[in-house]
């Protein structure tokens, strides 16, 4: 962990002893609800996902507690990974309709 | 499918329980159900509509564009002489709250824990403004007068007095720009003949968590479409009143069988008052709802950048956030 000290960290994972893999709580530091509302209804559409819930630990501190509980063995990162890139590529198709719509009206004008 | 109920004391959500109903994404299903449709447009207003998409996802898009799309403001600001009445830090405050004309995708966050000298700004991330105003007494007024538009000069400093002070290769690259305040006639403070101000203030980017000055919409709100089913036909008197229960254009009244029928033409228009639940002979005849995934949005801009360009900085933030953990994500699995 040389040089480490001075880098903020961004993504943590905490898992309770003895558990596997399925079940991981990540650490999000500078997020809040934007994301971990909007995450949090990406993976809970995950059809391997059992439980799948954020907190806000502290109001004062810019940090949420995402925890997720897969069922069947997967390991919690790839719903957290799927949910990530299925956000992603909500944003895309939202940008491309909001476009061709801004386009759309622009022209007609 | 949900549907949200108004009453008239509560909302409810009727939740439709459908057996083997699939709620796993699909994204060929939110293709083909998300439609946009822009309302309305001008230069600093915008209204548009997202249909298909979840509260969850719309209210983030609306938590950035008030929160989390950067721009530029006052920061820091270096006062050189201020006899003016009005306070150092009350100046300063005020400064910091005028919106500034600059495009900030073309400039860069300043790096946190530098020392706070002028020299401190570089071309790539600082803008300096001066405001420079000294009031005198009209040589030219008449003896008696007691308008102080006419006994003395410069005595209101409006934000149209802050001078761009271009660094670096700033003249060249923002030639065209013009850089300074959106607006030119914003009250900063009043003078008095022998005061003055003599100030320097340079401008960064920032985010509206960090302070609200550098929140780049007047405001950015969404209201869900109402949904208003009569239960069975109105006519006659009845329907003269239905009508006046709601907001003008939404209730129409068609002449069939040389009766008026109330029908329901444009829910789009109405407020949402509830008037109508408080006859009790009209309050079991219609269902007032909204309509869960048809957002539609307002957005104000203070003058930064237009609308839309506001709209899609917002949704490449949500992107680039996705983006940030899918990548912390990579590395840690490559370690």
Redesign the interface.
């Known amino acids: 962990m040389a040089g480490e000290g001075e880098k903020k960290p961004?993504?943590e994972?905490v898992q309770a002893d003895g558990a596997d893999e399925g079940c991981v709580t990540f650490v999000?530091h500078d997020?809040?609800?934007?994301?971990g509302?909007?995450?949090?209804?990406?993976v809970m559409?995950?059809?391997d996902v059992e439980f799948c819930g954020y907190s806000i630990t502290h109001p004062s501190e810019s940090k949420i507690n995402f925890r997720i509980q897969t069922r069947g063995g997967i390991p919690a990162?790839e719903p957290?990974?799927k949910g990530?890139?299925?956000?992603?590529?909500?944003?895309?198709?939202?940008?491309n309709?909001?476009?061709v719509?801004?386009c759309f009206?622009f022209n007609s004008n | 499918q949900q549907n949200v109920s108004i009453n008239i004391n509560d909302l409810r959500t009727i939740l439709y329980l459908y057996v083997r109903y699939d709620d796993t994404w699909d994204m060929q299903r939110f293709q083909k159900n998300f439609t946009m449709d822009i309302v309305d447009l001008d230069e600093n207003c915008m209204e548009f509509d997202m249909v298909g998409i979840d509260a969850a996802i719309a209210n983030a898009f609306r938590r950035i564009l008030l929160a989390e799309v950067p721009t530029m403001a006052v920061e820091k600001v270096f006062i050189y002489n201020n006899t003016s009445i009005i306070q150092d830090e009350v100046l300063a405050h005020r400064l910091g709250l005028i919106p500034i004309k600059a495009d900030p995708r073309l400039f860069e966050y300043r790096n946190a824990g530098e020392e706070s000298g002028e020299d401190a700004g570089s071309e790539i991330d600082t803008i300096q403004l001066q405001l420079k105003v000294k009031c005198s007494r009209n040589p030219r007024a008449s003896k008696d007068s007691s308008d102080p538009q006419e006994l003395y000069l410069n005595h209101m400093v409006y934000s149209g007095d802050m001078k761009w002070m271009p660094i670096g290769n700033q003249a060249d690259v923002f030639a065209d720009a013009n850089i300074g305040p959106v607006h030119d006639d914003i009250l900063i403070a009043q003078l008095r003949p022998g005061q003055e101000l003599d100030i320097i203030m340079h401008c960064v980017k920032g985010i509206g968590k960090d302070h609200a000055k550098f929140s780049p919409v007047a405001t950015a709100s969404y209201r869900l479409l109402p949904e208003i089913t009569l239960l069975e036909p109105i006519e006659g008197e009845k329907a003269e009143r239905l009508k006046r229960c709601f907001s003008r254009g939404v209730i129409h009244l068609e002449e069939l069988n040389g009766k008026k029928v109330a029908m329901v033409v444009n829910s789009r228009l109405d407020t949402c008052s509830r008037e109508v639940l408080r006859h009790d002979d009209l309050k079991n005849l219609v269902k007032l709802g909204r309509v869960r995934d048809h957002f539609i949005f307002t957005v104000e801009s203070t003058g930064v950048l237009p609308p839309e360009v506001l709209v899609t900085e917002a949704i490449k933030v949500l992107m680039t956030k996705c983006q940030r953990f899918l990548n912390e994500l990579d590395n840690t699995d490559m370690e």
């Open positions: 961004v993504l994972m999000l997020e809040d609800h934007t994301l509302n909007s995450l949090r209804y990406m559409k995950n059809a990162t957290l990974r990530l890139n299925d956000l992603s590529d909500v944003c895309q198709h939202v940008l309709t909001f476009q719509r801004f009206r």
